[in-house]
């Protein structure tokens, strides 16, 4: 690694690709603090996901590693078809068994406006934080670096500023995604190993994550986390 | 040798699928098929030990047994076959399909934390701790009550968030291997503390702190340990048994790891503070937290995050003698912590609550089981002739020989402010009589002699390690600490 005293390049292809594909990535997060209904959530994280896939096959092109499209492809097939549609599906059911639909709206613990300033606060500290490490290679954009950190801080908060089973498993994939990210800018010719150990992630957040989610609803009768309230001390 | 290292990891997942394919009305041979595993897997286990205390084992590449993971592999396989016993005789009220869900639980739990010390790289690690994660979160929810249903919410998604961060830690340290090592470098433990003097230091210490912090929420220090108390309380006793004496320590193994290969290139200052932070931390919170619980299985489980910090300071603290200790705390922790536990499932089972106050005059009514509850927490206390004490005073020890005198001193005054917080709660359930309307419905007696034989075993483990260790223990011992950098 070549520390801070190195003189910038211009960015490439790669640099600039990933550096767009992280920051929209960001304001996608941020369009899921925002957004009231866990369904729109649902949808916005299959686009972050989508963009994932393509940076995957932007490095792919750029490094030739071939398997990264393999990576791409399973990745696109569980985060952006299979997770969002476990999800959706318990939100129907969801919605359809309750009289009023608690848990899919409305279980915010700020206002949106609050929410996004608080995200603003967590991204900066984490994108700032980050960029101060000084971790600069030719082969790891600093940027998409600082910015997956921005989301990783944003995807924590996503997670607690909502009370309801859907919208903080939503805030796990989205670290999820955003530990991706990092992995993805950080070391991309990851080893296949490390490729399973991400697969292997999904296929738990998928799997548990909707077990648990669909217990909870069968026992609570809403995905409200609010009766969570049990165990203290 | 490789056949044993690999019957050690067929054997537990032979055991889970065929519990869980059986045909109905096989919950006795799902038993006798867990038990006979957990055994054979101590067994297996004891197989492999003599030889790392002499050679570093490694197969097929993915495979290495070293004096460290050996540590480990003693205390669950151990503590699985322990489990496995004290099963038989919890699940008998339970009906068919629980009892069947259960065994296969336990078996493939087992299986999990086996094979996490076998692997060689870290990604194979972070992955096997995953798993355990995942197979222990449906035990917890097994109960199907509402406290266990949400237990296990809030452990699959604290501990996977936490462990989201530890691969994070993963990936840096594959980045700072790879410099160093070239793109194809797989991750594989010890060419990189080989390589550790050569290693960038930023994204090693990146690494060291997301995997402290991250398999730091499995292993239950503070401030990421909130789910543990409540996993603890709701799982079923022998999952709560294997969880605090068996899963926090395998997660303790992933974060030695890290802790080499950061020792390695950053010197020891920096890993050593962090542990220090967080081991003190965790044993102040638990020492508190130990007074006034109402529950006897969450004391317990307060008492695992008091035990953890005790096993971080004990790192921080460097000294040869320290590390020692915090080998032999890790074995003498899961005999009796897993002791405490099946103690405490007794006496739930009998009083039929967790709760402290209903729980009374438990040494009239348990002939076996009061006793050895209450041998469980002298232990736990690190009263001698306990294998605890020992490892805790090598601990201090080696506190005191290294120049950590302050880190010592709060040691000890913690350590013994959860003594009297555990004792008085012991105290009541057991020596307090029960009171009088009670009287009738309960009849002195043990509800099972599965659930007493494994706590005598571990009673004699822990008096064999206080008393006089093994040679081939000590010898086993003086290699981990050799391989984990002790310096004076």
């Known amino acids: ?233 | 040798m490789i056949g044993v290292v690999l019957a050690l990891l067929i054997v537990p997942l032979a055991a889970g699928i065929t519990c869980a394919i059986l045909p109905t009305r096989t919950v006795r041979a799902a038993a006798a098929v867990t038990v006979a595993a957990g055994i054979g897997c101590f067994a297996l286990v004891l197989g492999v030990v003599p030889a790392t205390a002499h050679r570093d084992l490694s197969y097929l590449g993915y495979l290495r047994v070293d004096a460290v993971s050996a540590i480990f592999l003693l205390a669950t396989g151990f503590l699985y076959a322990a489990v496995a016993v004290y099963a038989v005789g919890y699940v008998k009220r339970h009906e068919e399909l629980y009892a069947r869900r259960f065994y296969a639980g336990l078996n493939l739990f087992a299986w999990a934390m086996l094979a996490a010390p076998l692997m060689s790289s870290l990604a194979l690690l972070w992955i096997a701790v995953e798993v355990t994660t995942i197979i222990s979160a449906l035990l917890v929810a097994i109960e199907d009550t509402d406290g266990a249903a949400e237990a296990a919410w809030k452990y699959v998604l604290i501990a996977s968030a936490g462990l989201s961060l530890a691969l994070l830690g993963t990936v840096f340290a594959y980045y700072a291997g790879s410099q160093v090592l070239g793109e194809h470098y797989n991750l594989a433990i010890q060419p990189l503390i080989a390589a550790g003097p050569h290693l960038a230091a930023t994204p090693v210490r990146l690494a060291f702190l997301l995997a402290l912090l991250g398999y730091g929420t499995k292993v239950g220090l503070f401030p990421v340990h909130t789910w543990l108390p409540d996993a603890h309380s709701e799982a079923p006793t022998p999952v709560s048994a294997l969880l605090s004496g068996s899963l926090l320590a395998v997660s303790f193994y992933a974060i030695l790891r890290f802790y080499q290969v950061a020792v390695a290139t950053l010197g020891t200052g920096f890993p050593r503070d962090a542990l220090l932070a967080f081991g003190v931390a965790s044993l102040l919170l638990a020492a508190l937290y130990v007074f006034g619980q109402r529950d006897i299985k969450r004391l317990l489980a307060y008492s695992s995050v008091e035990h953890m910090g005790i096993l971080a300071i004990g790192v921080s603290f460097g000294a040869p003698v320290a590390l020692a200790g915090v080998m032999l705390h890790v074995l003498a922790h899961a005999a009796a912590k897993g002791n405490a536990f099946m103690g405490a499932g007794v006496l739930v089972m009998k009083f039929g609550s967790k709760q402290i106050s209903a729980i009374r005059g438990g040494l009239d009514l348990l002939p076996w089981s009061g006793p050895l509850f209450l041998l469980a927490v002298f232990a736990l206390s690190a009263m001698p002739p306990s294998g605890i004490f020992r490892s805790e005073f090598q601990i201090v020890y080696g506190g005191f020989g290294s120049g950590n005198y302050a880190a010592a001193a709060v040691l000890i005054v913690l350590v013994t402010v959860a003594f009297f917080g555990l004792s008085a709660s012991a105290t009541r359930m057991l020596f307090t009589p029960a009171p009088l309307r009670a009287r009738p419905t309960l009849s002195r007696g043990e509800p099972s002699a599965w659930m007493v034989i494994p706590v005598i075993a571990g009673v004699a483990v822990l008096f064999i390690l206080g008393l006089h260790p093994p040679a081939e223990l000590t010898g086993l011992i003086s290699r981990a600490v050799a391989q984990l950098g002790a310096t004076r």
Do not use: C, W
């Open chain 1, 1 to 233: 690694m070549s520390l801070a005293s190195t003189v910038p390049a211009a960015p490439g292809v790669y640099v600039g690709a990933a550096n767009v594909i992280a920051a929209v990535m960001l304001l996608i997060e941020f369009g899921m603090l925002r957004q009231a209904l866990a369904r729109d959530q649902v949808r916005l994280y299959a686009a972050q996901s989508a963009l994932i896939s393509v940076l995957a096959i932007v490095i792919a092109a750029d490094r030739n590693l071939p398997d990264l499209y393999v990576l791409a492809a399973l990745s696109a097939a569980l985060k952006v078809v299979a997770a969002p549609l476990v999800l959706r599906r318990l939100l129907g059911r969801a919605g359809a068994d309750d009289e009023e639909p608690t848990g899919v709206a409305g279980s915010q613990t700020l206002s949106p406006a609050s929410a996004v300033l608080a995200g603003i606060v967590l991204a900066a500290f984490g994108f700032f934080s980050f960029g101060g490490l000084g971790i600069r290679d030719p082969a790891a954009p600093a940027t998409a670096l600082a910015i997956a950190a921005a989301m990783m801080l944003v995807a924590f908060g996503l997670m607690i500023v909502r009370r309801d089973v859907a919208s903080q498993a939503i805030g796990f994939l989205a670290l999820e995604n955003a530990i991706s990210l990092a992995a993805l800018v950080a070391a991309a010719g990851l080893p296949l190993i490390l490729e399973t150990a991400f697969l292997f992630d999904l296929l738990v957040a998928v799997v548990v994550f909707g077990m648990l989610i669909r217990a909870h609803h069968v026992r609570a009768e809403s995905l409200s986390t609010a009766d969570l309230t049990r165990l203290q001390g």
